[in-house]
């Protein structure tokens, strides 16, 4: 454990690289082996779109980075935080708290947030557009969800206590983890049944990307599945069956058009043609997936 902490306090920005694009280029080829969806597209354009945001995203924490560092030292050096508040813990029950929390706040939170709050809906369905759903959409994110996206992983980091080592460790994951559970695979049930209780996995989150309510509010996380499930946001749903994209732009010419995408969250606001609050709508729809689940 020790070594891994030495590690990531001193990664280099190569190593840092090389797990982004490692990991685009490994869940490419297997989802390009064994794809649950045969989509007709220019899976190389459908790519560059995504890495023109991937690349932005970049851009952007790259540019704000002094800021996540200047945090996590404040945090430590003034011993606040969840983790400096705690019992002394070992070793490996630190580290693991204060990424459990860390993914709570700066991704969950953030996320089921750009669910609730309107404004910043608009930025994020930039996102949810994606109707090719593969490893390359996981950092499809507009540069206005990029620069609040940083604004709640900053907020995490101080109230956390994170120290910069375990920061790094964080993204070095979430990265990894969001690239998998955006690929276009889909894991056997026995394996997604018991790994789908710790991880989100593709065949969990593939079911956030769904076209229509209730499932895009449904399955936040990013690494950790715990907090779906204790929140009761945890939903699931046939992978075959699933419809990728968002229904107020299902059009080609809206949700591939790189103007247009960057245009979106200053248009008209277009509501879903789904009840996006209505929970007795989630439930009902949720009980109509268990009565076929049942008679199939």
Request: proline share 4%.
């Amino acid at each position: 454990m020790e070594r891994l902490i030495t590690y990531f306090e001193t990664i280099p920005s190569s190593h840092r690289s090389a797990i982004l694009v490692g990991g685009i280029t490994l869940f490419w080829l297997i989802e390009s082996a064994a794809p649950l969806f045969r989509f007709r597209y220019n899976k190389w354009k459908h790519a560059g779109l995504n890495i023109f945001f991937t690349l932005t995203t970049i851009i952007i924490n790259f540019a704000m980075a002094f800021i996540l560092v200047k945090a996590s030292d404040w945090a430590v050096q003034n011993s606040f935080g969840i983790l400096e508040w705690l019992p002394t813990l070992p070793l490996w029950a630190f580290a693991l708290t204060g990424l459990l929390l860390l993914d709570l706040i700066g991704a969950w939170f953030v996320h089921w947030t750009e669910h609730k709050v309107k404004w910043m809906w608009r930025f994020h369905l930039i996102h949810h557009s994606d109707t090719q759903v593969d490893t390359t959409t996981a950092n499809r994110h507009h540069p206005g969800e990029s620069v609040f996206r940083f604004v709640f992983t900053t907020a995490a980091v101080v109230l956390v206590g994170a120290p910069m080592w375990m920061v790094f460790l964080y993204q070095a994951l979430s990265v990894a983890l969001s690239q998998f559970n955006h690929a276009n695979i889909e894991l056997p049930k026995s394996v997604d049944s018991i790994l789908s209780w710790f991880l989100v996995t593709p065949n969990m989150h593939h079911v956030h990307h769904h076209y229509v309510q209730p499932y895009t509010d449904t399955n936040y996380g990013n690494i950790f599945s715990i907090w779906d499930r204790l929140f009761g946001t945890f939903a699931q749903h046939e992978g075959h069956k699933l419809v990728y994209g968002i229904d107020t732009h299902l059009e080609a010419e809206e949700n591939t058009n790189l103007g247009n995408l960057l245009k979106i969250p200053f248009q008209a606001y277009r509501p879903p043609v789904g009840s996006k609050f209505s929970e007795e709508s989630f439930s009902s729809s949720i009980s109509s997936e268990k009565k076929q689940a049942t008679s199939a």
